[in-house]
C-alpha cells in the first residue's frame, strides 16, 4: 500500500513539473524578445492587418512614407547585378532622396525586407521574370535586394540551363539566371517585350530579315520551361508602337498566317488581343502546375514632359512626391488591359502603375553617360558627359524595389 502511494506521487510530481516545463516554454515562445518566436513567426507578421484600420490589405492603394533605413541595398555597391546605365550613384546622379521612402499599403503592414528571411521562404524555388527592359529593372533589383547589394562569388550563374547563352555576334544573351546555392534558390529573367513568339520568317533573305510575332501565341521560352518555374513575373507594354515593331522587323501574326485585317493592325487592338492571349494560356496551364504563383505586372509610367524622349523631353523634377503621397478610392487599376485580362483567372494582378505615377523624380533622367573609355581632349578643350534623357527607367535603388516587395508581399 505504502508502495503504491509513493508511485502516485512520484506520477504526480512528474505531471506538475511536466506542466511547469510546458508553462516555462510557452512563455519563453511568446517573449518579445525570444529570437525563435521571431523565426517561427516572422513570416506571418510580416504582412499582418494594421491595427488601425479591418479591411482587407489592398496593395495597390495606400501612400509613401519616409523610412531612413531605405534604400535596401548600395547602389554603389552592387556592380555585380545592376547595369550602370540605371545605377544612379555610379552614374553621377547628384541628388538621393528619392531613395528614401517605402510602399505603406491600405490595410496592411510591410516590414522592412529582410534578404535571409525572402531566401529561406523561396529555397528550393525558382522566380522567373518574363517581359521587358523594365522587367530587366525588377529582377536586377531583385539580385541587390537577395545578396544585399554585396558582392557575391558564390551565386552561380545557371543561364545555360535554360539557354541564356549569348550568341555569337550578340551584345548579349536573351536573360539571365542565377542561383543562390545557400537556398537552392534561383532567380531569372528573359527578354520578351511583347510577350508574343518571335520566329524569323526567312533566314536566306537578305537584312533586315523579318520576324513572325504570332500575337496568339506566348514566348517559346515560357512554353518550354513553364514547368521549372514556381513564381512568374510578366509585363508587356512599352514596345507596342510604330516604331519598335518596325524598328525590330517584327510581323504581326495569327493563327499561323499574316495579319490582314485592319482591327489588329491597330498597334492598340494586337496589344490588348496579346495580353488577353498569353493569360488565356497562362490560366489554363495553372491546374497542371500547382505550385506556381503567377503575376501580371501592370505597365510602369513614362513621366516625359514637354515632349518625348526624341522631341526634347524631360522629368527635371527632384523632389519627392511633388504629385502627391496617397493613392485611394475603390476603382480598379489604371492598367484596364492588364485588370481586364486577369479578372476571373488564377493570375495575380500586380498593380504598381499608379503608386509609381507618383515618383516621377526617381527616373534616371538627370544622370551622366560616362564614357567607356576616356577620350583624349586637348588642353583647350573640356570633355563632358552627356545627360541622359530617359523618363521611362528608374534609378536603381528605386521604385523597382517597391514592385519586388509588393509581389513577394503576395506570395
Same mark, same amino acid.
Given at each position: 500500500?505504502? =508502495?503504491?502511494? @509513493?508511485?502516485? #506521487? &512520484?506520477? =504526480?510530481?512528474?505531471? %506538475?513539473?511536466? %506542466?511547469?516545463?510546458? #508553462?516555462l516554454m510557452f512563455t519563453l515562445l511568446v517573449s518579445e524578445e525570444n529570437p525563435l518566436r521571431a523565426s517561427l513567426f516572422d513570416v506571418? #507578421?510580416?504582412f499582418s492587418p494594421s491595427s488601425s484600420s479591418s479591411s482587407v490589405c489592398n496593395f495597390a492603394k495606400g501612400k509613401w512614407v519616409k523610412d531612413r533605413k531605405r534604400p535596401l541595398y548600395s547602389g554603389s555597391e552592387c556592380k555585380q547585378w545592376l547595369s550602370s546605365m540605371w545605377a544612379c550613384r555610379v552614374m553621377g546622379r547628384p541628388d538621393f532622396s528619392f531613395e528614401g521612402y517605402r510602399w505603406q499599403p491600405q490595410g496592411c503592414?510591410?516590414?522592412?525586407?529582410?534578404?535571409?528571411?525572402? &531566401?529561406?521562404?523561396?529555397q528550393n524555388k525558382t522566380i522567373a521574370f518574363i517581359g521587358d527592359s523594365l522587367g530587366r529593372q525588377q529582377f536586377q533589383s531583385l539580385m541587390c535586394m537577395?545578396? =544585399?547589394?554585396?558582392?557575391?562569388?558564390?551565386?552561380?550563374?545557371?543561364? *545555360?540551363?535554360? +539557354? &541564356?547563352?549569348?550568341?555569337?555576334?550578340?551584345l548579349r544573351p536573351d536573360g539571365w539566371a542565377y542561383r543562390f546555392p545557400s537556398t537552392n534558390t534561383t532567380i531569372l529573367y528573359y527578354w520578351s517585350a511583347s510577350l508574343s513568339d518571335l520566329v524569323p520568317m526567312n533566314n536566306t533573305d537578305p537584312p533586315p530579315r523579318l520576324t513572325a510575332m504570332h500575337l496568339d501565341r506566348p514566348p517559346a521560352f515560357?512554353? @518550354?520551361?513553364?514547368?521549372r518555374f514556381d513564381v512568374l513575373v510578366l509585363n /508587356?507594354?512599352?514596345? *507596342?508602337?510604330? +516604331?519598335?515593331?518596325e524598328g525590330n522587323h517584327w510581323v504581326m501574326h495569327v493563327n499561323g498566317t499574316q495579319v490582314e485585317g485592319e482591327f489588329l493592325k491597330d498597334i492598340s487592338h494586337a496589344k490588348v488581343f496579346t495580353i488577353h492571349s498569353v493569360v488565356k494560356w497562362l490560366d489554363a496551364q495553372l491546374p497542371l502546375h500547382p505550385r506556381l504563383k503567377a503575376f501580371f505586372r501592370t505597365i510602369s509610367p513614362r513621366h516625359f514632359r514637354n515632349g518625348d524622349w526624341n522631341t526634347g523631353g524631360n522629368c527635371n523634377n527632384t523632389v519627392p512626391l511633388s504629385r502627391g503621397s496617397e493613392i485611394t478610392g475603390d476603382d480598379g487599376s489604371v492598367d484596364t488591359t492588364v485588370e481586364s485580362a486577369v479578372n476571373g483567372t488564377r493570375i495575380k494582378i500586380l498593380d504598381i502603375t499608379a503608386l509609381s505615377e507618383l515618383r516621377d523624380e526617381a527616373h534616371i533622367s538627370g544622370s551622366k553617360l560616362k564614357p567607356r573609355k576616356p577620350k583624349k581632349v586637348t588642353s583647350n578643350v573640356t570633355s563632358t558627359a552627356p /545627360?541622359?534623357?530617359? $523618363? #521611362?527607367?528608374? $534609378? &536603381?535603388? =528605386?521604385?523597382?524595389?517597391? *514592385?519586388?516587395?509588393?509581389?513577394?508581399?503576395?506570395?
Open positions: 500500500m505504502f =508502495g503504491g502511494g @509513493k508511485s502516485y #506521487l &512520484l506520477r =504526480g510530481s512528474v505531471s %506538475v513539473a511536466f %506542466v511547469i516545463l510546458i #508553462l506571418k #507578421l510580416q503592414n510591410m516590414p522592412q525586407f529582410d534578404r535571409f528571411t525572402f &531566401l529561406t521562404r523561396m537577395a545578396s =544585399g547589394g554585396e558582392d557575391s562569388p558564390e551565386v552561380q550563374n545557371v543561364g *545555360w540551363e535554360y +539557354g &541564356l547563352v549569348k550568341p555569337k555576334g550578340a515560357m512554353r @518550354k520551361y513553364l514547368h /508587356t507594354g512599352h514596345h *507596342w508602337n510604330r +516604331g519598335k515593331i /545627360t541622359v534623357n530617359d $523618363c #521611362l527607367h528608374w $534609378c &536603381l535603388p =528605386g521604385i523597382p524595389d517597391t *514592385w519586388n516587395e509588393l509581389f513577394i508581399a503576395q506570395i
